[in-house]
């Protein structure tokens, strides 16, 4: 019986644009469960979207990082 290794998981605040994005697609690329956090949701699905056919598991959830309890919340959702 061959055991399957664990996925690495990592999570991108910030992922909708710029370097998350980027760091985001690097990851899924590399084989990671990528979990996408920003304010702005129509980007994150879109991002998304593009990122499936090349990631075994992405997801996606809007944050504010202000908001302490959200991001407690989202992280434990996610980890």
Do not use: N, W
Not at 7 to 29: D, F, N, T, W
Not at 44 to 52: A, K, S, V
Not at 58 to 67: A, E, F, N, S, T
């Amino acid at each position: 019986m061959k055991l399957r290794q664990p996925v690495a998981k990592s999570v991108i605040v910030g992922a909708s644009s710029g370097i998350g994005k980027s760091v985001a697609k690097q990851l899924a690329e590399e084989g990671f469960a990528v979990g996408l956090l920003a304010r702005r949701v129509d980007r994150l699905f879109q991002i998304c979207t593009e990122m499936e056919s090349h990631c075994s598991s992405v997801v996606y959830r809007q944050l504010d990082i202000c908001d302490l309890g959200s991001v407690e919340s989202i992280l434990t959702d996610l980890l």
